[in-house]
């Protein structure tokens, strides 16, 4: 398992997993001895929803510590003009004749709701590296469509 992240995705994981250590397994451990306080275990639902809590949070401690130890640190070496990490990207789509502007992010960060777009993604892959003008062919499951890069800039929307 090979993850492409920046040095910026990889402190904010590390942010993460020190607020989920300090803060959040000492408050959940509050949450747990609160609720065996309370008496009878097994039909104590605070207690097990508390326990299921404290697991959750141990897994996503677990999970992101093995995302940032297989991580392969990767730097935008795109010119201004090109499609890279961290920019907006205006994209025609040509058989629809509709543009939408799409933020190019690493796997982790993607927000299809709010347009962040993987660089491992179908469209991602395909217009990484591309320059304003383009015409690019883009596979996806859903067959194969043409995108134009109407603009390129640094700026997030």
């Known amino acids: 398992m090979n993850n492409y992240l920046t040095q910026e995705a990889i402190d904010k994981l590390k942010k993460e997993i020190e607020y989920r250590k300090v803060v959040l397994r000492y408050k959940i451990l509050d949450d747990v001895k609160e609720a065996r306080a309370q008496g009878d275990l097994s039909e104590n639902f605070e207690y097990k929803s508390a326990k299921?809590?404290?697991?959750?949070?141990?897994?996503?401690?677990?999970?992101?510590?093995?995302?940032?130890?297989?991580?392969?640190?990767?730097?935008?070496?795109?010119?201004?003009?090109?499609?890279?990490?961290?920019?907006?990207?205006?994209?025609?789509?040509?058989?629809?004749?509709?543009?939408?502007?799409?933020?190019?992010?690493?796997?982790?960060?993607?927000?299809?709701?709010?347009?962040?777009?993987?660089?491992?993604?179908?469209?991602?892959?395909?217009?990484?590296?591309?320059?304003?003008?383009?015409?690019?062919?883009?596979?996806?499951?859903?067959?194969?469509y043409t995108v134009r890069i109407e603009d390129v800039s640094k700026d997030a929307f």
């Open 52 to 144: 299921r809590e404290r697991g959750k949070n141990e897994s996503r401690i677990r999970y992101l510590e093995k995302l940032i130890r297989t991580a392969k640190i990767i730097k935008d070496t795109t010119e201004d003009d090109e499609v890279g990490l961290n920019k907006t990207v205006s994209i025609r789509f040509i058989e629809d004749n509709e543009t939408e502007k799409f933020f190019i992010v690493t796997a982790v960060e993607v927000d299809p709701l709010n347009n962040k777009i993987s660089i491992e993604s179908p469209l991602g892959k395909a217009i990484y590296k591309h320059k304003i003008g383009d015409e690019v062919k883009v596979k996806s499951v859903d067959g194969e």
